[in-house]
Structures are given as structure tokens and as C-alpha cells.
């Protein structure tokens, strides 16, 4: 099969090895010396390539300046442009940036205005040198897929085939492909079927993997770890990103850790299993690990794949962990990793994007206080969103979504509905509530996920 290398600044995907670590700046991009010092920070950690939003042309003249002051510093990670919502700004940031990110789902009004633009585009980037990400969202597939296939897995797979084909009828293959989701199947069945497609037309194009929105702490790393495992173990995937709603910083450890152990091939080793007496089979390990992260992504690795494959029903794990808190707990990351595994939801589901430039408010600390106060409502899928550009379209199938629309103002969503429009951020989290218990309390307007 043919393999595409990609050149992305000074480095390349698509040539084997181990997978690049990338991650995204949550600055506001305009804010040069933030945006700098956090680039230089990422870098430092281990980033290989760092995304930064550009909204507009201003944003994409910022990261040319961010850039050179990089390059100043002797620092060569390759910056990529994240645009949505305007083919100008894509064609702008071709310049200046090391790869353009576009979502086909929001590049052009209309289809044939895409195909026009798009061309241009791709000859311009012929004409550079500069590779493109085709990064489809499941949450924002345009409406000419989801009439077709619905919002599904082969709806994102046919997206991306299309967008491939329109590059090469232009003559150009600098692409790199990823098909995000916060649901872990929804994303590893949608990557399986396109490197299937791949191979079938002989032809492979460098993979993205990531789980977007899969929230924070623990249970947005299990998530992750366990989608990118899926694909990570059958040899599909050329660069990952962790999305977590954090600190850009706090991706980096635990996407290197997993980069790592696939590519030194430590996953699936040492697992044994059994059947119990009510027929279920159990996968079993014990673990000697330095901490709990890298306790939870080894597992993950482990496990994760098998769950979701469901070649496994359970696990059954003891673990020495050399530093260790105390207060984590093994039962609770049992249940974590059988809901990020989609076999037993036992709490709610989260989606959270990680924030970036367009967010206005304290995300991290929000997200924080509505877990807290809708930890009861088993089940039920809540979304927190940075912004209202992307956030209603990425949040997808949530029940619920609390999302940030600009300074000090919110909007609530049940599912795509707007119940509450732009009311002051201290009254948001209070009408969430209330909303969701109302709606408890009603038999005839129960989610969508009960
Ligand atoms: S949804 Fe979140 S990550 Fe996506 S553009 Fe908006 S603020 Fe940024």
C-alpha cells in the first residue's frame, strides 16, 4: 500500500514510527506574549506540534509573529492554524502557518462554494509546500452527509473520502485525516472503516487520533486512552492528541506515556483471562506502575480495546503504585473504565471541549461545579461548551449543554433547543439544574440517552 508522508514543518507523518504527541493552546491568540510563553511551555513538555485557533486574519497575523519569536528562540515545533467558518482565513493562514486544520462541516456555505474554494485552497498549498488537516468532527458534518448517512460513523468516513477525492482531482495528497467524536465507538468504528477504504484503494494517508470533548480528570484521560488504543493496537494512527479540559500543559504527559507504549509494544502483555460462573469473561492483571496516571493509561491500553471490542466484560486488576495519594480508588476506575469502554453507565456522561482562544470564561472551573452538582443524574449526557460558534454543533448528541456565549453570558441547550439564551454566567449552572429537574420531574420530556 501507498503511504503518504506528510511534511509538517520540520517534522513528518506518515513515515512509521512512533506517533507524534500534539496538543492545542488555550490562549486567546491575539494575546501574543500568553500564546508565546505558552508554545514555548508546551514545547518544552514534549509537544511535537502545537495548534492555536484563528478566527480571523488578525488571529492568523498573531501566530506569523508567535512563530517568529519562536524561531528566534531556536524553537521548531510546527504551528497549525485551526479555522473554521471561512475558506478567506484558511487561505491566510496557509501562508504564515506549518499545516491549516479545516472542518469540512463549516468551510463553505454550500457545497459547490466548498468544492470551488477548496480547490483554491489546495492549489495554493501545492504552491507552498504546506499540508492540510481534513478534521471532521462527528458533532459538525455538514448537512449534504448527515441527509445522506445520517450523523454516523460512515457518514464521517464518507465525508473524509470526499474531501480526499476533491484534493486529488487537484492533484494534491498533503492531507492529514481525523474523525473525532466524543463517543469512543462512534470514533473507532468511523477511523476503522476509513483505513479500510485506505486499504481497499491502496492508499494511505497519515491518521489524527483523539477523542474530542472527552472532559478532564481521570475519567477524560480513560476515554481517551481507551479510543486511541483501539486504533493505536492495529497499527492505525500517526499522531494523537489528548483533549482534556485543562491546562494544554497536563495532555502532554499522558499522550507521550501511551505514544510510548505502543511504540515500544508494552500493550497486552502479561493479561490473563477467565470465564466466571455467570459467563462472564474477565480480563485480569497485576500492575507495578510509578503513579496512578500511568497506572490508569496502562490499563486502559490494556483493557480498553478488549472492552470495547467486546472481547472482554470486565476486569479484575490489583495494582502497586509507588506514588500514590491513597485517595484514588481502583472500584471507582473499574466503573470509569467500563463507561469509557461503553459497557455499564453507572454516571453521567460528560462532554467538555478543552477550551481554546474562544473561550471566555473559567471552563476548567465551570465544568468542575456542574459535575459536582449533576453527579446524580446517572445516565444523562451533559455538555459544558468554551463558545457558542462551535460548541452547540460539536456537543452533538448531549442532553444538556451549558454553553459559554461570550463575556459573562450563557446559553442552555435541551439537546439542540435553546431554553435559556444568553443569561448571566452566575445564574447558568442554578437553570441547568433546574431545567434538568423539571424536565425529571415531567415523564414526557426524558433525554434522549434514557
Ligand atoms: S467548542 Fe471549545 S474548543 Fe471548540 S472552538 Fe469553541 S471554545 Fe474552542
Not at 492533484?171 to 486499504?199: H, P, T, W
Not at 484521560?221 to 500517526?238: C, E, F, H, T
Not at 497536563?250 to 501511551?258: G, K, M, Q, R, V
Not at 425529571?440 to 434522549?448: E, I, M, T
Request: hydrophobic share 35%; proline share 3%; net charge neutral.
Amino acid at each position: 500500500m501507498e503511504r503518504i508522508v506528510v511534511k509538517v514543518g520540520n517534522v513528518a507523518l506518515g513515515s512509521g514510527g512512533r506517533c507524534l504527541v500534539q496538543t492545542m493552546c488555550n490562549t486567546p491568540t491575539q494575546n501574543i506574549s500568553e500564546s508565546l510563553g505558552q508554545c514555548t511551555k508546551l514545547s518544552a513538555a514534549g509537544a511535537e506540534i502545537i495548534r492555536l485557533t484563528t478566527q480571523g486574519k488578525k488571529e492568523v497575523e498573531a501566530l506569523g509573529i508567535i512563530k517568529k519569536k519562536l524561531l528566534e528562540k531556536g524553537i521548531l515545533t510546527p504551528l497549525v492554524a485551526d479555522v473554521h467558518f471561512s475558506s478567506e482565513v484558511a487561505v491566510a493562514a496557509a501562508k504564515v502557518a506549518d499545516k491549516v486544520r479545516i472542518n469540512p462541516g463549516n468551510f463553505a456555505k454550500d457545497h459547490q462554494r466548498a468544492v470551488k474554494e477548496f480547490s483554491a485552497l489546495t492549489a495554493l498549498c501545492r504552491d507552498l509546500g504546506k499540508p492540510l488537516r481534513i478534521g471532521i468532527n462527528h458533532g459538525s458534518l455538514g448537512e449534504e452527509i448527515t441527509s445522506k448517512y445520517g450523523d454516523t460513523s460512515w457518514g464521517m468516513k464518507e465525508a473524509a473520502m470526499e474531501w480526499i477525492d476533491m484534493a486529488s482531482a487537484s492533484g494534491f495528497d498533503q492531507l492529514v485525516i481525523s474523525l473525532k467524536s466524543s463517543n469512543v465507538l462512534v470514533m473507532v468504528s468511523a477511523y476503522r472503516m476509513l483505513y479500510e477504504e485506505f486499504v481497499k484503494r491502496g492508499r494511505c494517508y497519515p491518521l489524527h487520533l483523539g477523542i474530542t470533548e472527552a472532559g478532564n480528570s481521570d475519567t477524560g484521560r480513560i476515554k481517551s486512552a481507551v479510543g486511541i488504543a483501539s486504533l493505536l493496537k492495529d497499527g492505525i494512527g500517526d499522531t494523537i492528541r489528548m483533549s482534556l479540559t485543562e491546562d494544554p500543559f497536563n495532555e502532554i504527559a499522558p499522550a507521550s506515556f501511551i505514544a510510548d507504549y505502543f511504540y515500544n509494544d508494552l500493550n497486552a502483555k502479561g493479561l490473563s483471562f477467565r470465564t466466571d460462573n455467570t459467563g462472564k469473561r474477565i480480563g485480569s492483571k497485576h500492575y507495578e506502575c510509578k503513579n496512578w496516571e500511568e497506572f490508569i493509561l496502562s490499563v486502559s491500553c490494556d483493557f480498553g480495546p478488549l472492552l470495547l471490542d467486546r472481547e472482554i466484560d470486565d476486569v479484575d486488576i490489583s495494582a502497586q503504585i509507588h506514588d500514590c495519594s491513597g485517595q484514588n480508588n481502583l472500584e471507582n476506575f473499574r466503573t470509569d473504565l467500563l463507561q469509557a469502554s461503553r459497557r455499564v453507565f453507572s454516571k453521567p456522561e460528560y462532554i467538555a471541549c478543552p477550551g481554546c482562544g474562544r473561550t471566555l470564561f473559567n471552563l476548567e472551573q465551570v465544568f468542575e461545579e456542574v459535575k459536582r452538582r449533576t453527579s446524580h443524574f446517572k445516565g444523562y449526557k451533559i455538555a459544558v461548551m468554551g463558545c457558542i460558534v462551535n460548541g452547540p454543533g460539536e456537543m452533538a448528541d448531549a442532553d444538556y449543554g451549558y454553553v459559554g456565549e461570550g463575556k459573562n453570558r450563557v446559553s442552555i441547550y435541551r439537546g439542540k433547543e435553546i431554553v435559556f439564551r444568553g443569561i448571566p454566567e452566575q445564574e447558568a449552572i442554578d437553570k441547568l439544574l433546574s431545567l434538568i429537574g423539571e424536565d425529571a420531574r415531567n415523564k414526557d420530556v426524558l433525554p434522549n440517552s434514557l
